[in-house]
């Protein structure tokens, strides 16, 4: 089993900053990918930014320029450095991991966060 605890959310004016961190434990022989998903209510869950185990980045066109996903491989932590927030980005965002698991063989499966909200004032 695998765990993802986020943390880092909070209420911010519009033009602040806030990072968020998850964190993966649990059985986990490879991450293969982490990223953020925000959910505004009454809206679908949609992809903030996401990062491969190379290192490659993949952002919503409405936070490039202004949001950045970095990774610590030894902790097996992602970031989300979210600058000039602005009241659009009030959601609630989860952390989401790939992760190969070993069960004799390897097996790829898919976890999410509890959630974390970020609230951005006007």
């Known amino acids: 089993q695998v765990q993802l605890v986020e943390s880092g959310g909070g209420l911010v004016p519009a033009g602040g900053s806030l990072r968020l961190s998850c964190v993966a434990s649990?059985?986990?022989?490879?991450?293969?990918?982490m990223g953020w998903y925000r959910q505004a209510p009454g809206k679908q869950r949609e992809l903030v930014a996401a990062?491969?185990?190379?290192?490659?980045?993949n952002y919503a066109d409405s936070v490039k320029g202004r949001f950045t996903i970095s990774k610590d491989n030894a902790k097996n932590t992602v970031y989300l450095q979210m600058n000039s927030l602005k009241p659009e980005d009030t959601a609630v965002y989860y952390c989401?991991?790939?992760?190969?698991?070993?069960?004799?063989?390897?097996?790829?499966?898919?976890?999410w966060g509890q959630g974390t909200q970020v609230t951005v004032s006007s």
């Open positions: 989401n991991a790939d992760v190969s698991v070993e069960k004799i063989y390897l097996y790829d499966y898919t976890y």
């Open positions: 649990g059985s986990i022989f490879r991450i293969n990918a």
């Open positions: 990062i491969t185990s190379r290192g490659t980045t």
